[in-house]
């Protein structure tokens, strides 16, 4: 095992400069803030959010040159609590200046994601308000010391009371032990809507649910757990010759592959000039790649549940809430481990060890034949670079895993686990699943959406639709049996609105307009979608408003380096149509252009029993796959390394 800090020092040499992409360091953080201090823009009451770098072009950073500076910018949201105030500035670390600054009013962009300190301050308000009190004492509650309030991001619901001030949505929890979690134990029908910027409980929402569940669910006790398995045997995973990656100044590079990893609070791993070296030239394939934004949407549209609707990366910076990972438990095998650094609220930097996992898994067969004419049995074992980082938003947790193949495949996989969002129930409410006795889990969603600035041999790319295509019977079908498939180029941003339909087959094709492969047909990857459902609440909902991006399962728009975030900057208590539908309102052309692909996939979870009192992971992603971008099968060249003579095939030949 090893571990190292992403870098931001120099690629090559004492006089290189550092890597335009390189992630930002400690040092950096403390001069934004500095530079911020000396503009007059930091109080005692001043936070920052979305501490990002701000990429330079991508036109810049492709043209350079390995030795000129180019300039090191951060974008930071600030937040003035007193008076209540937002703007954006960016800092250019390299001039030591604030070389903008934008005020924003909060009534029409919303404000920035939920600051630390809210937490502590939202339950100190709560218990200081004789409606909430009293509402929790009618469940049965006498020791609120025992009660563990939980702040959410409110929404958008149509309260003019809420109207540009900072509000949570409050629900509770009983802990009889401290030791024990106390989700399993919701104070039924209690929901209080809190303005932490004048420090007051706006209302108390009560329901007709009037008890706590009283079923423990604490999933390491024995009375819940039951006896520990005694015959499972552990999985030994080594590498005696060491691994087949090199990890060095933030670039990875394995079996033809090579990439950069990034890491920010907000969207936590990013991926940066991701290429395949193809016949000793290296070929381009993705620019960048980030999970841009997640939505959970719930779907009981009850006083309790009806406003849940959490952004994790824009309401909770997700990057932030990283988990620094353990070997062993959230990695196994020969593992490599990246550091990483985040700004907190007040532009500190802090530190997260072990924050993303490397490794190399072997995935099964390859390709194998058994060729009945030549008389050789052939076989060769795939095995796939893994990236991945797990954080924890509250009740779950979400793995994020970047898994690229030996033959050229790309994919991305969602592994979500935790605990399910529980509630007092009745067993009257159609849209929940009860757990247990008195709880129950409402229905919802989990809806990613990825950002794929995409350069398949280039930047200037085209995007196909392909669906298959029956073909009806007779003149040049005589036999019925001909399947068809049909190519829809998507020309303008508009277009490029689309839906999966599994039952077609869709796919979408990401193709050069500069290259071709042997066959002149142009070089190419394709999209393959789970076609799970995208945002199934009303088109004229709030969330559907706000999340407008999981109405679509593709977008498509032009490469803008600021464009960067499907339902827009700032996020919490947006009134909506923010992000994609604005950057794509202009219908651009994007038919051989510099184009950038957003893809929404996720999981409808319809919560079992068996997801109780900790649900077992579920999973949701899509793939990246080669289609003519390699002349022919770019695998034949792994050798078998299983280390007995004959157990993967015979020697090859030298000739046809």
Known sequence: MSTQTLPVSPVDGENAAPHPLAVLSAAELEAARRILEEAGLVSATTRFS??????????????????????????????????????????????????SRTVLDPAEVGFGPCLDEDYDLVDEIVKSDEQWLAAVAKRGVADVGKVRTVPLSAGVFGYPDEVGTRVYRVLSFHQPHPGEPPWAHPVGGVIAHV????????????????????????????AVRGPQRTDLRPISITQPEGVSFQYDDGVLSWQN????????????????QVSYADGGVRRPVVYRASVAEMVVNYGDPGPTHGWQNYFDL????????????????????????????????HLRPQLIRNAICIHE????????????????????????????????????????????????????????????????????????????????????????????????????????????????????????????????????EREARRKAANHLNRVWAISSTERTNRLGKPTSYVLHPEGQPALLADENSSIARRAAFAREHLWVSRYDRDQL????????????DD???????????????????????????????????????????FKLKPDGFFDRNPTLDVPDLSGKSGCCGTAGHAGP
């Open 50 to 99: 979305y501490v990002l770098l701000r990429e330079p072009d991508k036109q810049d950073v492709l043209a350079w040159d390995g030795r000129t500076p180019l300039p090191r910018e951060v974008s930071v949201l600030v937040t003035e609590l007193e008076p209540l105030g937002l703007s954006t500035a960016v800092v250019d670390l390299t001039a030591g200046e604030v070389v």
């Open 195 to 222: 303005d932490v910027s004048n420090r007051r409980v706006l209302r108390v929402v009560e329901t007709h649910v009037d008890h706590v569940p009283e079923e423990s669910g604490d999933y390491l006790h024995d």
């Open 257 to 272: 592959w090579q990439l950069r990893l990034g890491f920010n609070g907000r969207e936590g791993l990013t991926l940066h």
């Open 314 to 345: 824009g309401e909770y910076q997700f990057g932030r809430l990283a988990n620094s990972l353990e070997l062993g438990c959230d990695c196994l095998g020969e593992i490599t481990y990246a550091d990483a650094v985040v700004a907190d609220d």
């Open 361 to 492: 898994e072997d995935f099964g067969v390859l390709w194998k034949h058994n060729d009945i004419f030549t008389g050789t049995s052939q076989t060769r074992r795939q095995r796939r670079l893994v990236v991945s980082f797990f954080g924890t938003v509250g009740n779950y947790d979400y793995g994020f895993y970047w898994y690229f193949y030996l033959d050229g495949t790309i994919e991305f996989e969602t592994k979500a686990t935790g605990i399910p969002f529980p509630s007092g129930y009745d067993g009257a409410d159609p849209h929940f699943s009860e757990l247990a006795p008195g709880l129950g889990a409402p229905v919802h969603q989990h809806l990613f959406s990825v950002r794929l600035d995409l350069t398949v041999d280039g930047v200037r790319n085209c995007v196909d639709e392909l669906d298959v295509a029956p073909v009806p019977m007779g003149g040049n079908n005589p036999w019925g049996n001909a399947i068809g498939r049909k190519r829809t180029r998507l020309r303008t």
């Open 565 to 576: 975030w499907p339902s827009g900057y700032t996020v919490n208590q947006n009134p909506g």
């Open 579 to 621: 992000g994609l539908p604005a950057y794509t309102a202009r219908d651009r052309p994007i038919d051989g252009e510099d184009v950038v692909l957003w893809h929404t996939f996720g999981l409808t979870h319809f919560v079992r029993t068996e997801d109780w009192p900790i649900m077992p992971v579920d999973y949701a992603g």
